[in-house]
């Protein structure tokens, strides 16, 4: 897909450039796991990848019950990834690059670089004080969200 990709409703609330002419009113809100369980065909090394991410990410409030497929498959890669690095005179194939990126535009999907975390508002942070809720309060209202 070519361009830059859409922002999700509450960033664009966030950074107050919601327009309620271009809403969707009918956006999925998938509720937030609580107590996720590490998938039975993951092997061993994706089982540690998976249980401390998904620690991390329930933490930060940003996982949700589709999220699920996407960590597994960033699980995956993240193995592989490791296996095809960890070789002494590793040379960067085309495979390797492949999976890089791939790992990297999943990582930015979750907010797990320093420049994607800045875009993302976790419901689990309670707001600075008692202007800062009020102000969100009165945004979201503005913008009929």
């Known amino acids: 897909m070519a ?3 859409i922002l999700p409703t509450n960033l664009k609330v966030i950074r107050g450039t919601a327009k309620p002419c271009r809403m969707n009113e009918n956006e999925p809100r998938p509720e937030k796991v609580v107590n996720v369980k590490c998938p039975a065909n993951l092997s061993t090394k994706e089982k540690q990848c998976w249980n401390h991410l998904a ?3 329930q933490k930060a409030g940003i996982l949700t019950t589709i999220d699920l497929n996407a960590l597994m498959t960033y699980c995956k890669l993240w193995v592989i990834w490791q296996e095809k ?3 002494a005179d ?12 791939q790992l990297l535009a999943l990582w930015r999907e979750f907010g ?7 875009r993302i508002r976790s419901e689990n942070q309670a707001p600075e004080d008692d202007f800062d809720a009020w102000q ?3 945004r979201m209202a503005r913008e009929g969200v």
Request: glycine content about 4%.
């Open 3 to 5: 361009g830059r990709p």
């Open 55 to 57: 620690e991390q990410l």
């Open 85 to 87: 690095t960890s070789q």
């Open 90 to 101: 590793v040379e960067i194939t085309p495979t390797v690059d492949r999976i890089f990126k």
């Open 112 to 118: 797990m670089t320093p420049s994607s975390r800045t």
């Open 136 to 138: 969100k309060k009165r």
